[in-house]
């Protein structure tokens, strides 16, 4: 299942840089009177970036906690076991190789948790300082129709887009956690009894991911209406 989610990984970041090129030239053919197109393309296209960015750090901050559940001794045991009986199994009259394992340790979760954390902190901070530039610039009155109206709307629909395309993703990689669980000798490589554990991991971990995707779309796809209805009560002033 890992090349599952390195597909995932590869197609959200193409979206990711699509999408802020999509950003970064749109706007091209409305009126520009107060010369803000500029404006608008710098702020969607970073508060498009630190919006994903935050997500996926506090979804790799989900991950490493969750990850703190897996009994990685027993798993690590039960692998050298595995290596060893292949090495008596399928070498015969060849030298017996010492397999070495490093012992288990949860301190790699716990730098991963912080280190994820601390860019989500970071990248939301940025988030939030613009955002709040954003709406400054979408209550100026020749906001409407104008060429940042076009840029901004641009912004939302990308953030939609790309955040339906991680709902999809992880829900689906979410989903196969619970099949580890159901069907632990089906899913796992070696026979892990540790694969239930690894299974429910999986599911906490891209059940965040999922649902937290799916807030950013209901609050943007929120935003798009309401920009909509209030470009069409100005046309008809």
Same mark, same amino acid.
Do not use: K
């Given at each position: 299942?890992?090349?599952?989610?390195i597909v995932? /990984?590869?197609?959200?970041g193409?979206a990711?840089?699509?999408?802020?090129?999509?950003?970064?030239v749109? @706007?091209? =053919?409305?009126?520009?009177?107060?010369a +803000?197109?500029?404006?608008a393309r710098?702020?969607?296209a970073?508060?498009?970036?630190?919006?994903?960015?935050?997500?996926?750090?506090? *979804?790799?901050?989900?991950?490493a906690l969750?990850?703190l559940?897996?009994? $990685?001794d027993?798993?690590e045991?039960?692998?050298? +076991?595995m290596?060893?009986?292949n090495n008596g199994?399928?070498?015969?009259?060849l030298?017996?190789f010492?397999t070495?394992?490093?012992?288990a340790?949860?301190?790699?979760?716990?730098?991963?948790?912080v +280190?994820?954390?601390?860019?989500?902190?970071?990248? @939301?901070?940025i988030?939030?300082? $613009?955002?709040?530039?954003?709406?400054?610039?979408? /209550? =100026?009155?020749?906001?409407?129709?104008?060429?940042?109206?076009?840029?901004d709307?641009?912004?939302?629909?990308?953030?939609?887009?790309?955040?339906?395309?991680v709902?999809?993703?992880?829900?689906a990689? @979410?989903? *196969?956690?619970?099949?580890?669980?159901?069907?632990?000798?089906?899913?796992?490589? $070696?026979?892990a009894?540790?694969?239930?554990?690894?299974?429910?991991?999986?599911?906490?971990? *891209?059940?965040?991911?999922?649902? /937290?995707?799916?807030a950013?779309?209901?609050?943007?796809?929120r935003?798009?209406?309401?920009?909509?209805?209030?470009?069409?009560?100005a046309?008809?002033?």
């Amino acid at each position: 299942m890992l090349f599952f989610p390195i597909v995932v /990984a590869v197609l959200v970041g193409l979206a990711v840089v699509v999408a802020t090129i999509v950003i970064l030239v749109a @706007g091209r =053919r409305e009126a520009d009177p107060g010369a +803000q197109r500029t404006l608008a393309r710098y702020l969607g296209a970073l508060c498009f970036l630190a919006l994903f960015t935050t997500l996926f750090a506090t *979804y790799f901050a989900v991950a490493a906690l969750s990850d703190l559940i897996v009994d $990685h001794d027993r798993g690590e045991s039960e692998a050298r +076991q595995m290596l060893e009986s292949n090495n008596g199994d399928h070498m015969q009259g060849l030298p017996r190789f010492r397999t070495q394992v490093q012992p288990a340790s949860d301190d790699r979760d716990y730098r991963i948790a912080v +280190q994820s954390g601390l860019v989500a902190v970071a990248a @939301g901070v940025i988030f939030v300082l $613009h955002r709040r530039r954003r709406d400054q610039l979408a /209550a =100026r009155d020749e906001f409407d129709r104008s060429a940042a109206w076009r840029v901004d709307t641009t912004y939302l629909y990308a953030v939609c887009f790309t955040a339906a395309l991680v709902i999809i993703f992880a829900a689906a990689t @979410g989903s *196969y956690g619970v099949f580890r669980i159901i069907a632990p000798g089906v899913t796992a490589l $070696h026979g892990a009894t540790t694969e239930r554990q690894h299974g429910a991991a999986q599911l906490i971990a *891209y059940a965040y991911l999922a649902l /937290a995707a799916a807030a950013v779309f209901v609050v943007h796809w929120r935003a798009t209406s309401a920009m909509a209805e209030s470009a069409d009560d100005a046309s008809r002033a």
